[in-house]
């Protein structure tokens, strides 16, 4: 499929997407983007089926436009109670530096799609343009209910074994997220080995083996580099760490202050903010990440149970290092505008960079 196809597709006029990422993206910022033409994107994994509905009609209050809307299809968390005490514990003195105690447990804060019949139901009622899943695929019977509610779907894929089992699945197209990019890898199995492929490496191995639109992401930020995509064989690219700073994301001060420092020339790939492997700004977790052993890392989400109670703790007293500062290799060149601009200026920069 052509990116003029997609375009028709999706119902855009740009082959730029903003990428769904949880905590950060809002129904604004979604709505903005929309509005200038390209798609805009919430994420709703980290809330249930009332909360992601609240979501849609939030956007839908902003714009007729399409949009996205992201779920995560991750393994269900298998406990370990052992592993979830030692956890506790590992941070106990942490905690009390900032004048708090860890949690007394710790629980699986998120439902994973594969199992949430009630978000299925939800979103085959409201019908939103776009669904996009992360982390993996859910079931079949989800993906044809979805698909006969007319509902465009999109899929992540860090390697071709991931893109194809997309393809099987009767996905619609393939988000191609290289190690560049920032936020949680979209990897399937967390026991596999990770590929490690770089954007523009992946993006050709797709376009050349998948019968599917696929869209880069991962490093790009701005019109440049969507040019590049293209030239690729991308029929569109999508950008998230580039609207972190824009005024409808919800970054807190902290994060806004990390983006604009060193720190952005030093992201991480990190497993014990949440239990997932993700990027993340050289921040005081990414630090401690460097000294933990995978195995003695809980679940996730259950891992991720502790990581905000920590956050919550630090940033009490004025500490925000250790948030979930999720950023790409591209962090260094973030730009701070109404999103709406962003996606003016990518556009202008595209234009320039494909004459």
Not at 27 to 33: E, I, K, L, S, W
Not at 79 to 90: L, P, Y
Not at 210 to 216: F, G, Q
Not at 298 to 313: E, Q, R, V
Request: net charge negative; with cysteine.
């Amino acid at each position: 499929m052509t990116t003029r196809l997609l375009h028709q597709l999706l119902g855009i006029e740009l082959p730029i997407i903003q990428a769904p990422m949880a905590g950060v993206s809002s129904p604004a910022m979604a709505a903005a983007v929309s509005e200038a033409g390209a798609l805009g994107s919430i994420a709703v994994g980290a809330t249930d089926a009332g909360g992601a509905r609240a979501m849609i009609a939030a956007v839908r209050e902003r714009t007729r436009r399409p949009f996205n809307l992201n779920l995560f299809c991750h393994r269900p968390a298998v406990a370990n109670g052992s592993v979830e005490r030692a956890w506790i514990d590992r941070f106990r003195d942490l905690f009390g530096q900032y004048g708090a105690a860890p949690p007394d447990h710790l629980s699986e804060i998120y439902q994973s799609f594969v199992t949430d019949d009630a978000m299925l139901r939800m979103l085959v009622a409201e019908r939103p343009a776009v669904v996009s899943f992360h982390f993996g695929l859910p079931p079949a019977e989800a993906i044809g209910a979805l698909r006969d509610a007319g509902i465009v779907l999109f899929a992540s894929a860090t390697n071709l074994a991931e893109a194809r089992a997309i393809a099987a699945a009767g996905v619609d197209a393939v988000v191609a997220q290289g190690w560049e990019a920032g936020g949680h890898r979209g990897v399937f199995d967390l026991d596999a080995p990770d590929d490690r492929l770089g954007t523009a490496a992946l993006v050709r191995q797709l376009v050349g083996a998948v019968h599917l639109p696929v869209i880069a992401a991962g490093g790009i930020m701005d019109g440049a580099g969507i040019a590049a995509a293209l030239r690729l064989g991308a029929a569109a690219a999508q950008l998230g760490t580039a609207f972190l700073a824009s005024d409808e994301s919800l970054a807190d001060a902290g994060y806004r202050a990390a983006l604009a420092s060193d720190a952005a020339y030093k992201t991480a790939m990190v497993r014990a903010v949440s239990g997932r492997p993700a990027r993340i700004l050289a921040n005081n977790f990414a630090a401690l990440d460097a000294d933990i052993a995978p195995a003695d890392i809980p679940a996730y989400p259950i891992a991720y149970d502790l990581g905000k109670a920590l956050n919550a703790a630090a940033k009490a007293r004025g500490e925000y290092g250790y948030g979930a500062q999720w950023a790409g290799q591209g962090a260094p060149f973030v730009r701070a505008m109404p999103a709406a601009d962003l996606v003016a200026a990518l556009a202008a920069e595209l234009s320039a960079a494909m004459a």
